[in-house]
């Protein structure tokens, strides 16, 4: 199939901690993978992406590589803030249909 | 330059009523999807529109249905509402061709009662 699969939340951690929020997809080739963020009350916006395998997106000390070998695209930063709270999905593009397909979000929570 | 402007922001609807939500896109940008996002799930893809024709669907029935105007803004219908067509609505905006860079809209969160 063509999806997108998350670990379940919420991720609580405190202010400094290392994040990690996984992700893999199912596909047919090497699709376009994305990370989307939503703030409470907000639409979404575009972290990071990478279009083609071994490729590292990058933004606001987010992180996170394309593996083809594993089917993933795991985020990551070294030290959250409490600004970072927000919910996160992991998408991919469908070239068939020419749409993202969202996985199910992971709610984070950064405590001070 | 402003982004990808959608109203109502908020709206409450009841059951067999009919609803209209718009979508202005961002500059430049001549692609316009549709998506629902219900409570606590990620964004579902509804349609797409470019050159005033829906190009793509996905898995929604035909009571939703939608226009793009000349000037590329978009409208979403949904006609005979039910409960569970209550949802977050996001409209995203991108240059045909280049589908790196959706940009979305904050939503209308639509609430059938």
């Known amino acids: 199939g063509n999806s997108v699969t998350q670990m379940e939340g919420p991720v609580t951690l405190s202010e400094e901690a290392f994040l990690t929020i996984n992700c893999t997809y199912t596909a047919t080739g090497y699709p376009s993978l994305f990370w989307y963020v939503q703030y409470p009350g907000e639409g979404l916006q575009l972290l990071l992406k990478?279009?083609?395998?071994?490729d590292k997106g990058s933004n606001k000390g987010f992180e996170a590589t394309y593996r083809k070998e594993t089917t993933s695209f795991h985020l990551e930063k070294g030290s959250v803030q409490v600004s970072d709270s927000a919910v996160y999905f992991c998408?991919?593009?469908?070239?068939?249909?020419?749409?993202?397909?969202f996985g199910a979000g992971t709610i984070l929570r950064v405590k001070s | 330059d402003a982004g990808v402007t959608q109203s109502p922001t908020h709206l409450i609807k009841t059951r067999g009523q009919q609803v209209t939500l718009r979508c202005s896109p961002k500059s430049g940008h001549d692609t316009v999807s549709w998506y629902q996002q219900a409570l606590g799930q990620g964004p579902q893809f509804i349609f797409q529109?470019?050159?005033?024709?829906?190009?793509q669907r996905g898995n929604f029935p035909d009571r939703f249905s939608g226009h793009q105007f000349p000037n590329y803004s978009s409208e979403l219908n949904v006609n005979a509402l039910l409960l569970g067509d209550s949802a977050l609505y996001l409209c995203?905006?991108?240059?045909?061709?280049?589908?790196?860079?959706?940009?979305f809209g904050s939503g209308t969160r639509l609430t059938v009662v």
């Open positions: 995203a905006s991108s240059t045909t061709g280049y589908h790196y860079g959706y940009t």
């Open positions: 998408a991919r593009y469908m070239e068939y249909g020419n749409k993202l397909v």
């Open positions: 529109y470019y050159e005033e024709e829906e190009r």
């Open positions: 990478a279009t083609k395998a071994d």
